[in-house]
């Protein structure tokens, strides 16, 4: 009990951070996704999903830390689809397949994936979404909200790109909007100072929402003292104000079922499991190496989790969830201990629909884009890329390409171009050879690794074809427990002929692969 006790007070207020940056976060990706000519945006859409995400896939998952909600990577392939689809209605039919291709990928153990994603590539993208989010809140910060909050592609719906955005932002700067958020900035950094978080005052009631409170009351004393500095509502939080289960009931959409009858909503299913579970995957692989417990998710589980959360979401009207790293990180760095903090966030979110609407609606957005920054910062940790290149270039290269590319394109896209270049890098490893050659007096030794591949083979025949003529030399597979039969054939073709119209004289240490 007393271990429950001490997770719940450390979850709690965890939740309560992760409520203020999911909150923004949900809105914006929302809207950002509803936003399709002819049909009328849906802010709820993202609430609902960051509510499910919470609840259902945290009450389901063996995530420690990690956190589920909409994904900014999905934004253009809800909008494609519904366009496609030609109603909401339809695309909610296909989140719900979606979610049931997740519980097939689980069942066939699709999660493997994880297990094969470069270290590199990974590192790359927590610093690349870090830099990401401190770039694309800083015109929010200083109130130019003309892109939605949780953009991370390069390229905006607004005609703009993440480094035009910022010049547009300087010349629109609101004096009144600027000194909140960089009032709530510099408190956030203030507050983590180690005299701050010490204080009794932080124990119970999280930083972050001391930060919150101060900004929303700055605010409404430019209101209150008639200076020209109160921010405009358009530049507020926007939660749609429900007062009734009608009300509720009217901003709420269902799946059409007549929808399951057309093969295309099956295909839009398909893209859309794909892709949500990939992104998971990816955060799972980078929570769980960020969790300082270093806890070890069960991908199968985490995907046969988001499908059933998918299928949720699209039954009451929400838009697909995926694992989201920076919803995780904001969960690992205000101290989460357990997936209370993650199930908790998700009762805020409903809360907040049914019940806070009208008092969240004062706070600036700015004072949340300073919090977005803040989880930024903490996962750009510019240590990470110092202790990289000290890896080498094999490391590092394909660490600084994922950076690039996640920075002037997306994430997934992003992603894709890392792991290319990081493919690349272990096919050259692989060439250069998993053998070592020792050169004594009298022979020379060709020492096999462990696992010895066909992609060994090149510099394998490089070495026996740099072999003097008359030599001695000794082919050692003793600490092999695999060679590949491409490889052995070799060795033994070498062994049987080649050597023999040298004169080179052959010892095989590690017989057993020269019977085979």
């Given at each position: 009990?007393?271990?429950?006790?001490?997770?719940?007070?450390?979850?709690?207020?965890?939740?309560?951070?992760?409520?203020?940056?999911?909150?923004?976060?949900?809105?914006?990706?929302?809207?950002?996704?509803?936003?399709?000519?002819?049909?009328?945006?849906?802010?709820?859409?993202?609430?609902?999903?960051?509510?499910?995400?919470?609840?259902?896939?945290?009450?389901?998952?063996?995530?420690?830390?990690?956190?589920?909600?909409?994904?900014?990577?999905?934004?253009?392939?809800?909008?494609?689809?519904?366009?496609?689809?030609?109603?909401?209605?339809?695309?909610?039919?296909?989140?719900?397949?979606?979610?049931?291709?997740?519980?097939?990928?689980?069942?066939?153990?699709?999660?493997?994936?994880?297990?094969?994603?470069?270290?590199?590539?990974?590192?790359?993208?927590?610093?690349?979404?870090?830099?990401?989010?401190?770039?694309?809140?800083?015109?929010?910060?200083?109130?130019?909200?003309?892109?939605?909050?949780?953009?991370?592609?390069?390229?905006?719906?607004?005609?703009?790109?993440?480094?035009?955005?910022?010049?547009?932002?300087?010349?629109?700067?609101?004096?009144?909007?600027?000194?909140?958020?960089?009032?709530?900035?510099?408190?956030?950094?203030?507050?983590?100072?180690?005299?701050?978080?010490?204080?009794?005052?932080?124990?119970?009631?999280?930083?972050?929402?001391?930060?919150?409170?101060?900004?929303?009351?700055?605010?409404?004393?430019?209101?209150?003292?008639?200076?020209?500095?109160?921010?405009?509502?358009?530049?507020?939080?926007?939660?749609?104000?429900?007062?009734?289960?009608?009300?509720?009931?009217?901003?709420?959409?269902?799946?059409?079922?007549?929808?399951?009858?057309?093969?295309?909503?099956?295909?839009?299913?398909?893209?859309?499991?794909?892709?949500?579970?990939?992104?998971?995957?990816?955060?799972?692989?980078?929570?769980?190496?960020?969790?300082?417990?270093?806890?070890?998710?069960?991908?199968?589980?985490?995907?046969?989790?988001?499908?059933?959360?998918?299928?949720?979401?699209?039954?009451?009207?929400?838009?697909?969830?995926?694992?989201?790293?920076?919803?995780?990180?904001?969960?690992?760095?205000?101290?989460?201990?357990?997936?209370?903090?993650?199930?908790?966030?998700?009762?805020?979110?409903?809360?907040?629909?049914?019940?806070?609407?009208?008092?969240?609606?004062?706070?600036?957005?700015?004072?949340?884009?300073?919090?977005?920054?803040?989880?930024?910062?903490?996962?750009?940790?510019?240590?990470?890329?110092?202790?990289?290149?000290?890896?080498?270039?094999?490391?590092?290269?394909?660490?600084?390409?994922?950076?690039?590319?996640?920075?002037?394109?997306?994430?997934?896209?992003?992603?894709?171009?890392?792991?290319?270049?990081?493919?690349?890098?272990?096919?050259?490893?692989?060439?250069?050879?998993?053998?070592?050659?020792?050169?004594?007096?009298?022979?020379?030794?060709?020492?096999?690794?462990?696992?010895?591949?066909?992609?060994?083979?090149?510099?394998?025949?490089?070495?026996?074809?740099?072999?003097?003529?008359?030599?001695?030399?000794?082919?050692?597979?003793?600490?092999?427990?695999?060679?590949?039969?491409?490889?052995?054939e070799l060795l033994l073709d070498f062994t049987e002929v080649t050597s023999k119209s040298r004169n080179i004289q052959v010892r095989w240490v590690g017989d057993q692969f020269k019977k085979q």
């Open positions: 009990m007393k271990n429950i006790f001490n997770s719940w007070r450390r979850d709690l207020p965890a939740s309560i951070v992760v409520f203020f940056v999911a909150l923004p976060l949900c809105l914006g990706i929302g809207l950002a996704s509803t936003s399709v000519n002819g049909i009328p945006p849906m802010p709820l859409s993202g609430l609902i999903s960051g509510i499910i995400g919470g609840v259902i896939v945290g009450l389901i998952s063996n995530s420690r830390l990690g956190v589920s909600g909409p994904a900014a990577g999905l934004i253009t392939v809800v909008l494609s689809s519904i366009t496609l689809l030609g109603s909401f209605e339809f695309f909610l039919s296909a989140v719900m397949l979606a979610g049931v291709f997740q519980l097939l990928f689980a069942l066939l153990r699709a999660g493997i994936i994880a297990n094969y994603l470069p270290s590199g590539v990974i590192k790359g993208m927590l610093a690349a979404i870090g830099i990401t989010l401190i770039l694309k809140e800083i015109p929010h910060l200083i109130g130019y909200d003309k892109d939605y909050i949780g953009d991370e592609s390069f390229l905006q719906n607004d005609g703009h790109n993440t480094l035009s955005e910022l010049l547009y932002a300087v010349k629109a700067l609101d004096p009144g909007i600027a000194i909140i958020g960089l009032f709530s900035l510099g408190l956030i950094f203030l507050f983590d100072l180690p005299v701050f978080k010490k204080a009794r005052v932080f124990k119970f009631i999280p930083a972050i929402l001391w930060v919150i409170i101060l900004g929303t009351l700055m605010n409404i004393l430019f209101a209150s003292s008639g200076v020209s500095l109160e921010i405009a509502k358009e530049h507020l939080v926007q939660i749609p104000e429900i007062s009734s289960m009608q009300q509720l009931l009217v901003q709420l959409h269902f799946p059409a079922l007549e929808a399951f009858t057309r093969i295309e909503v099956y295909w839009v299913a398909l893209t859309v499991a794909a892709i949500a579970s990939l992104e998971t995957l990816l955060s799972v692989e980078a929570t769980d190496r960020l969790d300082p417990k270093k806890s070890i998710t069960n991908p199968n589980r985490e995907l046969l989790a988001q499908g059933i959360g998918n299928f949720f979401t699209g039954l009451i009207g929400g838009i697909p969830v995926t694992q989201v790293i920076v919803r995780s990180t904001a969960n690992l760095n205000s101290g989460g201990e357990s997936k209370s903090s993650t199930i908790l966030h998700g009762f805020w979110l409903l809360l907040a629909i049914l019940l806070f609407a009208p008092f969240l609606n004062k706070i600036p957005l700015a004072t949340l884009a300073a919090i977005l920054i803040s989880v930024g910062y903490k996962l750009t940790n510019f240590n990470l890329i110092k202790n990289q290149f000290s890896k080498g270039w094999d490391q590092f290269i394909p660490f600084f390409v994922t950076i690039i590319a996640i920075l002037f394109t997306d994430l997934l896209k992003g992603i894709g171009i890392g792991l290319v270049v990081a493919i690349f890098y272990i096919i050259k490893k692989n060439f250069s050879g998993n053998h070592e050659v020792i050169k004594g007096e009298k022979e020379v030794e060709i020492s096999f690794g462990e696992h010895v591949n066909f992609l060994n083979i090149a510099s394998i025949k490089n070495t026996l074809r740099n072999l003097p003529d008359g030599s001695a030399v000794c082919i050692n597979t003793e600490r092999s427990k695999s060679l590949d039969f491409d490889i052995r």
